[in-house]
């Protein structure tokens, strides 16, 4: 199993001067990687190998000194990464999208790895430092734990808009997750939305973290940066605030999505989920913000492969009349946006909208895996829509279960 974990780094001035040189000669030797292909391709009639491509670095260090200031292993990382982007675009074209050629990498926009050799964690004076080859020794905030039986692969190395700097661990675990269970005892239907970001059919309705005023704040200093002169010190000071509410914005959205997709991938045996097709619904001139701000698609990839590590069945189903067609018997109704109940004119079964559409998730799911239930309908099943639940009891993996705190806010 492979894992990444991000550490935030704290060089010094002269360690961040040489950084940004490192970061500079790789999207450099990046550029004329790209050219030379292209080159080869126009002599040859054909794409070179990356192997070929490697194996001109060491005639490239005779005229090009910079290179020889910079890891061997960092240089053939480069090529491969020019490779592994090739590999993507070929990808797309085979789904059908239309994509053009590989762009040109401007300054600020790169990042440089250290494959199998070359650094080392380790500690010194009662800090934790992370040793690079030819850059040297720097501190690193160690936030949390590699756990001991983790093999560390790589590192990558990476400037943020902030101007800080961070690193990021490949790292491989020495185990196979567990198997997901045969037969299930614990299974929840997940149907997320806008008004509250999840609804389950435990009868949870967990909020959307507020970032009202982390948005207000950004649009408060973009305004700000509009009225600077392109280019100046003013403008850049200004750039980084920018940058730091896009950051702090995209952390705690983040920080929510990790802290729910554990709770789901370890307190459940099976989570049915709708296989949304997010590009879509961007594409919509309605609500295209309120999707993106929503992150649907990041909500799904973190919890797919959290339970694939707990053992948890993981089902993606067909979203097409989730809404529409009723839990208990199954006949469409349609609804528009603004009608947040259901009301079933066949059998008379009445519950909140999003719940249908959480029984109806689960049902598909079940079905999908091959797994019976209890053949009591969600009318006698289904709990009241009275359970909401803050983002901000949204706690990590561990905390009490979901049901406690909810009668703890109950209570309250």
Not at 8 to 21: N, Q
Not at 157 to 163: N, R
Request: proline letters at 5%; a negative charge.
């Amino acid at each position: 199993m492979y894992y990444a974990y991000k550490y935030r780094l704290k060089p010094s001035d002269a360690h961040r001067e040489e950084l940004d040189r490192h970061r500079d000669i790789c999207r450099q030797l990046y550029n004329h990687t790209r050219y030379r292909l292209n080159e080869y391709q126009d002599e040859h009639g054909e794409l070179p190998s990356m192997t070929t491509l490697r194996s001109e670095l060491p005639d490239l260090k005779q005229w090009w000194d910079d290179l020889s200031d910079v890891y061997s292993k960092v240089l053939q990382t480069v090529v491969e990464r020019l490779f592994d982007n090739l590999k993507g675009l070929s990808k797309l074209k085979e789904n059908g999208y239309g994509v053009g050629h590989l762009k040109w990498k401007p300054p600020r926009e790169f990042r440089f790895t250290y494959s199998q050799s070359g650094f080392e964690l380790d500690k010194k004076g009662g800090q934790a430092v992370l040793s690079l080859s030819k850059l040297g020794d720097m501190p690193i905030r160690l936030h949390r734990s590699i756990p001991d039986d983790a093999t560390l692969k790589q590192v990558t190395v990476k400037k943020e808009p902030t101007g800080e700097w961070f690193a990021t661990f490949g790292v491989e675990m020495d185990r196979e997750p567990p198997e997901p269970p045969e037969n299930p005892e614990q299974y929840v239907g997940i149907d997320v939305g806008i008004l509250t970001y999840a609804h389950d059919t435990d009868g949870h309705a967990v909020e959307s973290v507020d970032l009202s005023d982390e948005r207000e704040r950004l649009e408060r200093e973009q305004r700000k940066l509009s009225r600077k002169e392109h280019g100046s010190n003013n403008w850049e000071t200004q750039r980084r605030r920018v940058a730091e509410c896009h950051a702090d914005l995209r952390r705690k959205r983040r920080d929510f999505l990790h802290k729910l997709s554990n709770y789901y991938a370890q307190e459940y045996d099976l989570v049915a989920v709708e296989d949304l097709n997010v590009k879509g619904m961007m594409e919509s001139p309605s609500n295209s913000r309120t999707t993106a701000s929503a992150v649907w698609r990041t909500f799904l990839s973190l919890l797919e492969y959290k339970c694939e590590r707990e053992g948890t069945h993981f089902v993606a189903v067909n979203p097409r009349g989730t809404t529409k067609e009723c839990a208990a018997c199954g006949v469409s109704t349609k609804k528009p946006l603004w009608v947040r109940e259901h009301s079933c004119p066949a059998c008379g079964f009445e519950a909140d909208r999003d719940a249908n559409a959480a029984w109806n998730i689960l049902s598909r799911g079940l079905e999908d895996v091959g797994v019976g239930y209890s053949e009591s309908t969600p009318v006698e099943t289904a709990l009241p829509v009275d359970t909401s639940v803050s983002a901000k009891r949204v706690v990590e993996a561990g905390s009490p279960p979901l049901t406690e705190r909810t009668a703890s806010a109950v209570s309250e």
